[in-house]
Structures are given as structure tokens and as C-alpha cells.
Nanobody, 124 residues
Framework: QVQLAESGGGLVQAGGSLRVACVAT????????MGWFRQGPGKEREFVAA????????WYTDSVKGRFRISRDNAENAVYLQMNNLKLEDTAVYYC?????????????????WGQGTQVTVSS
């Protein structure tokens, strides 16, 4: 069993930066994939970024490429999402999630464990 807890959300002006963190309790295996999703007001939950736990290979949705960076700290069982040049449309609840699949999948249904989410609000 794995539990995920996000932190670091908040209010930031457009163009600013924010880093959200997710700490996992329980065992994360080398083949697992940790991901970040977000859900904006009135929108469906969408994939943002993911990272392979052992290799560190990363994936991003097109809208955040070049602005967001996902990283992990294996020793701390933590994954981070550094968000730069934030835009109004980045406003959402950001969720950390864990997939036991060795293959990347962008669908929320492929992730077995979820955190409670952290609110990120970008203001003009």
C-alpha cells in the first residue's frame, strides 16, 4: 500500500514560478511511474507529467513542455514538479499519482494511487 501527500501549492501571479512536492509512504518499485495530473474548474483530470522511478525518464503534456520540470528524489521517496512561467490556464488542483505499470499511460485510470491534491492558482 502506498500513500501520497502533496504540498507546495498556492497563489502566484502569471509568469511566476511554483514548486509542488509529493512524498510517498510505502514501497515504490524501480519500474513504477510517478505522475502529476491536474483538474481545473469544470474540467476533466488531465495528465501533466510523469517520471520513471529508476531511469528518470520523463514525459510531459505539450502545453507544459519547456515550462514545467518533473524530478524525483529516490532517497526521500519524493517527486517534484517545478512550474515556471505559469499561465492563467495552469490554475487547477494538482494531484500526484503512482502507476504500477512499466509502460507510460496518460489516462488517470491507469494510476492506482492518488494524493489528495494541492491547489495552484495563477492570477493576472
Amino acid at each position: 500500500q502506498v500513500q501520497l501527500a502533496e504540498s507546495g501549492g498556492g497563489l502566484v501571479q502569471a509568469g511566476g514560478s511554483l514548486r509542488v512536492a509529493c512524498v510517498a509512504t510505502g514501497t515504490i518499485y524501480s519500474s513504477d511511474i510517478m505522475g502529476w495530473f491536474r483538474q481545473g474548474p469544470g474540467k476533466e483530470r488531465e495528465f501533466v507529467a510523469a517520471i520513471n522511478w529508476r531511469l528518470g525518464k520523463t514525459w510531459y503534456t505539450d502545453s507544459v513542455k519547456g515550462r514545467f520540470r518533473i524530478s524525483r528524489d529516490n532517497a526521500e521517496n519524493a517527486v517534484y514538479l517545478q512550474m515556471n512561467n505559469l499561465k492563467l490556464e495552469d490554475t487547477a488542483v494538482y494531484y500526484c499519482a503512482l502507476s504500477k505499470s512499466i509502460y507510460i499511460d496518460y489516462r488517470p485510470s491507469s494510476y492506482e494511487y492518488w494524493g489528495q491534491g494541492t491547489q495552484v492558482t495563477v492570477s493576472s
